[in-house]
């Protein structure tokens, strides 16, 4: 099940991408839109999203990121290092045959995509994130604001060795079912899909990659980097009822972004677009509507 249920016309293809062998669910069309997904997820969180977009008369596409599900899993905290994520989606466009792409990311995956217009503007046509606040905006927190401190405490509890992973293990990955249904609304998510998202997690070294993200990124945490304005059109989507990220860090976001909006979703937790797919799908549409596949070049 590691794939997961097979939709019509949705494919699942693995190529070296980066140096690692990546894994990747694919379907429709079009102008290219890469959906990055974030913690503990994979691919498999666009669900809703892939058969959507692709009937609006796109190319998407949901990797498993670096160290996820069935994408290689190298050792080590270095190897998840920001420059490496950001590499990973830069070298599957070029993969994919494309000289641009579409960039969502939600949580982690959100992470990636600021990081990854700023670096490679020339790659990004659009930009749309789901509850992941700009860098800047989440390190001014961190050092600032005590409410976001301690809805972060686990960012601190992922950096001691081994443990988060025996706690994620307990239970047959009991805390894995109780963040995605004990935060979502009833209904949300089904057995079957519960039983997904435990599987990909018990993939062999899944977990301490996954968690390696964190790991790295406290290393990074320490050392300033400049953050080029992003001039990308961008598409910010908040649920408001997100546990682990306050509200509040979406304010002043138009410092670090030339070209913003925001579309709020009330009475929603952090897993935005698999609680509320449609309003996520419409609001994707409706930001992508004049992409279009740019004509032949001479």
């Known amino acids: 099940m590691a794939e997961t249920a097979e939709a019509p016309g949705l494919t699942h293809h693995y190529e070296t991408v980066n140096g690692i062998r990546m894994h990747w669910a694919e379907q429709g069309r079009g102008p290219l839109v890469l959906l990055l997904h974030g913690f503990p997820e994979f691919w498999y969180s666009w669900r809703h ?29 270095g190897a998840y290092a920001s420059e490496y994520l950001v590499e990973d989606v830069a070298d599957l466009i070029r993969k994919l045959g494309e000289e641009q792409a579409v960039i969502v990311g939600h949580d982690w995956g959100g992470g990636v995509a600021w990081l990854f217009a700023m670096r490679h503007p020339e790659l990004t046509r659009r930009l749309a994130v789901l509850n992941c606040p700009h860098p800047a905006a989440m390190q001014h927190a961190l050092r600032r604001n005590p409410r976001q401190m301690l809805r972060s405490w686990y960012m601190l509890y992922f950096q001691i060795p081994k443990l988060p992973e025996l706690g994620f293990r307990a239970g047959n990955y ?32 899944a977990l301490t990659a996954a968690i390696n993200w964190y790991r790295a990124a406290a290393r990074e945490f320490r050392r300033e ?38 579309r709020y979703i009330p009475r929603t937790s952090h897993w935005v677009q698999q609680e509320q797919p449609g309003l996520v799908n419409r609001y994707l549409r409706e930001f992508l509507s004049d992409v279009r596949i740019a004509p032949p070049s001479g």
Request: proline share 8%; net charge positive; aromatic share 8%.
């Open 225 to 262: 980097r400049p953050m080029p304005l992003i001039e990308t059109p961008t598409l910010l989507i908040w649920a408001t009822n997100d546990r682990a990220l306050g509200v509040e860090l979406t304010h002043g976001m138009e410092r670090w972004v030339g070209d913003l909006r925001i």
């Open 49 to 77: 999203q892939l058969p959507a977009l692709a009937a609006a008369g796109f190319r998407a596409v949901a990797p498993d990121q670096r160290g996820y599900n069935l994408t290689e899993k190298p050792a080590g905290i």
């Open 174 to 205: 009991r805390s894995i079912e109780r963040a995605l249904r004990g935060w979502a609304r009833p209904g949300t998510f089904s057995d079957d899909e519960i039983r997904a998202y435990k599987e990909a997690a018990a993939q062999p070294g």
